[in-house]
């Protein structure tokens, strides 16, 4: 125990003290002070965001929206522009934690902290979110899923930070369906989770996009249900085929909140409720 | 390091280890030990104090982090000797047994109070699923939050955080 905790002014000053140490990064610090506390980690300095990652927390551009690594889930699930155009990320964000929590808990952390059972990573995910990373040498872009690497590990270089995720708007009338399964309602790390937007054209599927969590080492993203999905209509009809391609794109584990083999049968059974709904 | 807060109205400088916790800085430090810790890693809503006007968890805020903010605890309510009446509402209802997990409750009950004084006992229950108590059966911590913004509304009352 014992860290120092600097909360630098602005940018140059994070990028001078990430040269001088090792460091840990901070936000909301809902993942990292657990950490601490479990004795999982042993920082030696802390290095808080909140005053580096200024500008608006939320920003509406013609056809994309911009979101503050820094901004809550809390400020994610009461925005109207949220709910408006991503309901999808609304409620996953609304379904994290309590209300204290969702006041701290940041989407930049969400994303940074990389489980496979993170919420608003299904709908990151779904919504083809793009990261933009800043270090003192520029800034680069990157699709989410090529900054996830494995639970817990991701892209992020030394003297970077997250700045901000960019989501491109959905055209036309989108459904959405975001799914959690725990053992209890709050505050519980779900068995499996699953968030979906579709647009359909004449009853048909024109465009279907499909996250599962916490049945993989990172989020998947099934392409082969999805492709299999166009140009359909969503009736009990495909589900046996969906089924089992969405079987061979999931590798879940057995661990104290569920065995590999009810994962996977959760993940089939959030499919049919699709149908269903 | 050397910072600075309000607490109930009061400001306060003063000299803390930067991986000193709110929760401890305001219990040990300040004396307000109505702030209550129960799990320490977020998951039982005892140690909610707002911060800005908003509740927070004071077990995973360490006091850096907190420098120049505006921090209310459960000693913050009464004004007078007189309770607030989030207060009065859990002494009729029954809301209070153990009274442990209260402050918890009444400084999140206050967040959802002044956004809206008028809650479904749903929305309720819905906010307040960050908080545990152990003796209660919740519900009448619900009739609690409930009752005071009847109060208040019949008052023409509002919350100010
Ligand atoms: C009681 C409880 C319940 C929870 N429930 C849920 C839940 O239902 N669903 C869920 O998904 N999660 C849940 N969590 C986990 C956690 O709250 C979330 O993952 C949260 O989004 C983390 O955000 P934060 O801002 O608190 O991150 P921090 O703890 O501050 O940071 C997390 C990690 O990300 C890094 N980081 C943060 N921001 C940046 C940035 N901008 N750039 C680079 N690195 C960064 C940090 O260095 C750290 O490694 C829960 C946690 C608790 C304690
Ligand atoms: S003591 Fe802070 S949430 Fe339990
Ligand atoms: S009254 Fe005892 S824990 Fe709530």
Redesign the pocket.
């Known amino acids: 125990m014992g860290f120092e905790l600097l909360v630098p002014e602005n940018k140059d000053e994070l990028f001078t003290l990430m040269a001088e140490s090792n460091y840990y990064l901070l936000a909301g610090g809902t993942d990292l002070f657990v950490k601490i506390e479990k004795d999982l980690i042993n920082p030696d300095r802390i290095l808080d965001l909140t005053n580096v990652i200024e500008g608006p927390k939320l920003e509406d551009k013609a056809d994309k929206v911009r979101i503050s690594a820094t901004a809550t889930h809390g400020e994610l699930a009461g925005s109207p522009l949220i709910n408006r155009e991503f309901p999808l990320l609304a409620e996953s964000a609304e379904s994290v934690g309590g209300v204290q929590l969702r006041n701290m808990a940041t989407v930049g952390g969400n994303i940074c902290n990389a489980s496979p059972s993170a919420d608003t990573l299904i709908a990151l995910y779904a919504l083809d979110a793009s990261l933009k990373l800043e270090s003192r040498n520029g800034s680069r872009t990157l699709p989410i899923d090529e900054f996830i690497k494995s639970p817990g590990e991701t892209d992020l270089g030394r003297g970077e930070f997250l700045k901000s995720i960019t989501i491109p708007k959905l055209s036309g009338n989108y459904r959405h369906f975001f799914n959690k399964v725990g053992r209890r309602n709050a505050l519980d790390i779900s068995v499996c989770s699953m968030g979906f937007v579709l647009k359909e054209t004449d009853g048909k599927i024109e465009d279907i996009r499909i996250s599962f969590g916490a049945v993989a080492p990172k989020i998947v993203r099934p392409d082969s249900v999805e492709n299999y999905l166009k140009g359909k209509k969503l009736t009990r009809k495909v589900l046996p085929e969906a089924k089992d391609l969405l079987k061979n794109e999931i590798s879940p584990i057995s661990d104290i909140r569920g065995s590999a083999e009810y994962r996977k049968q959760v993940a089939v059974r959030s499919l049919e409720e699709v149908v269903n709904s | 390091m050397n910072i600075k807060v309000t607490v109930n109205g009061e400001e306060y400088e003063r000299e803390v280890r930067p991986d000193r916790r709110l929760i401890d800085f305001l219990r040990e430090d300040l004396g307000l030990t109505g702030v209550k ?11 909610t104090v707002l911060i800005d006007g908003e509740s927070h ?4 805020t360490y006091t850096p982090q907190v420098n120049g903010s505006e921090i209310k605890t459960i000693e913050g309510l009464e004004e007078d000797g007189q309770l607030h009446p989030l207060q009065e509402a859990f002494v009729e209802t029954g809301g209070v047994q153990c009274g442990f997990c209260t402050p918890g409750f009444i400084m999140v009950g206050l967040e959802l109070l002044e956004k809206n004084l008028n809650p479904s006992r749903q929305e309720i229950r819905k906010w307040i699923e960050g908080n545990i108590c152990r003796c209660t059966g919740y519900s009448k911590i619900v009739d609690a939050i409930e009752l005071a913004g009847k109060k208040l509304r019949e008052e023409g009352k509002k919350i100010e955080l």
């Open positions: 810790e129960g799990c320490g890693v977020g998951e039982c809503g005892s140690c968890l004071s077990c995973l």
